[in-house]
T-cell receptor, first 116, second 114 residues
C-alpha cells in the first residue's frame, strides 16, 4: 500500500520569505511518480510539478524548486520569495508503478498562509 | 490551454436520490479518474477508467457508484441512492498517456446531500 505524509498541517510566513513544504512517502514499487498540487481557496486542484523515481536530479522552475531524496523517501517543495497569491493548501501525491496502479495517493495537505 | 470541465459546480440532492456528475476530460487524454474530497480532508481516489472499462477502484467505490463514458467526450459518475456521507467535493481528472504524465483536474462538483 502507498502512503504520503505531510507532517506540517499549517505554515504561516511573511511575504518574500522562502518556505519549504515537507513530504514523505511509502511505496513498495521500484518505479513511481511524485507530484505537487496546489488547492487555492477557490477549490480547484492545480498541478505544479512532478518527479520520476529514477531521476534524482533536483530542479528549479521559476520560484518553485524541489528536493527529491530517494534514500529518505522525501519529496520536499520550496517556494522562493513567497507571495500572498501562494496562499493555498498544497498536496503531495504519489502514483505507483508495477503494483500500485495509476491512482494518485494524496497526503493530508499543508495549509500555507502568506501574510503581506 | 485545454482543461477538464465539470458540471454542475454545485449539486444539492435529497438523501436517497440518484445523482449524476458530469465531466468532459481533455480531448486527447486516454485515462480518466474520479476523486472525492470531504470538507477539510485529503483527496481520495474513487475509480480509474481506460479503454471503456474500469481499470481500478477503491473500497469507497461500492455498488452505489458507477461510471460511464456514454460518448466520445463525456465521463460521468452516478451515485444511485445518495447518503449523507456522500456529501463532498467530487473531482474528475484526466491523463494523456504514461504514468509520469500528471493528472489534470477539473474545478470539482460540490455535492450536498440533505
Amino acid at each position: 500500500a502507498q502512503k504520503v505524509t505531510q507532517a506540517q498541517t499549517e505554515i504561516s510566513v511573511v511575504e518574500k520569505e522562502d518556505v519549504t513544504l515537507d513530504c514523505v512517502y511509502e511505496t513498495r514499487d521500484t518505479t513511481y511518480y511524485l507530484f505537487w498540487y496546489k488547492q487555492p481557496p477557490s477549490g480547484e486542484l492545480v498541478f505544479l510539478i512532478r518527479r520520476n523515481s529514477f531521476d534524482e536530479q533536483n530542479e528549479i522552475s521559476g520560484r518553485y524548486s524541489w528536493n527529491f531524496q530517494k534514500s529518505t523517501s522525501s519529496f520536499n517543495f520550496t517556494i522562493t520569495a513567497s507571495q500572498v497569491v501562494d496562499s493555498a493548501v498544497y498536496f503531495c501525491a504519489l502514483s505507483g508503478g508495477e503494483t500500485s496502479g495509476s491512482r494518485l495517493t494524496f497526503g493530508e495537505g499543508t495549509q500555507l498562509t502568506v501574510n503581506p | 490551454e485545454p482543461e477538464v470541465t465539470q458540471t454542475p459546480s454545485h449539486q444539492v440532492t435529497q438523501m436517497g436520490q440518484e445523482v449524476i456528475l458530469r465531466c468532459v476530460p481533455i480531448s486527447n487524454h486516454l485515462y480518466f479518474y474520479w476523486y472525492r474530497q470531504i470538507l477539510g480532508q485529503k483527496v481520495e481516489f474513487l475509480v480509474s477508467f481506460y479503454n471503456n472499462e474500469i481499470s481500478e477502484k477503491s473500497e469507497i467505490f461500492d455498488d452505489q457508484f458507477s461510471v460511464e463514458r456514454p460518448d466520445g467526450s463525456n465521463f460521468t459518475l452516478k451515485i444511485r441512492s445518495t447518503k449523507l456521507e456522500d456529501s463532498a467535493m467530487y473531482f474528475c481528472a484526466s491523463r494523456q498517456g504514461g504514468r509520469n504524465q500528471p493528472q489534470h483536474f477539473g474545478d470539482g462538483t460540490r455535492l450536498s446531500i440533505l
